[in-house]
């Protein structure tokens, strides 16, 4: 994304390592959360080297009506795929989930509303 020209909308980012156990609940989670109207979103999960089926879990488990996105981040470590993700991410919000985080059902209109209400946010 250029910093000079911010498409709006929301980037979920997911940053995963071995989350077989926790990935499908998480994105169910996402897939069932109300959703802003009209403001596009896609589910960006940077996988940092898992060995086991989270990739595949996450790819056969997502039908929702947003696009899910899976990259690999090579070099280990939690710092590293976080900034991949963003320097991946196609919008100009991201939220954070965490792997095993289960966003409530108004997280995204909550944060959206947060971001677009208040001045100081560095976009």
Known sequence: ???DNPKRGLTILITTYNASYFIEETLRR???M???PDLPWEVLIVDNNSTDD???KARNFWDGNAILRII???KQGAGF???RGITEANYSYIGFVDQDNWVRQDWMINSVAHIEAS???AL
């Open 1 to 3: 994304m250029s910093a």
């Open 30 to 32: 996402l897939k069932t």
């Open 34 to 36: 109300q959703k802003v």
């Open 54 to 56: 989270t990739v595949s």
């Open 72 to 74: 690999n981040e090579p």
């Open 81 to 83: 795929a976080t900034f």
């Open 119 to 121: 001045e100081d946010i």
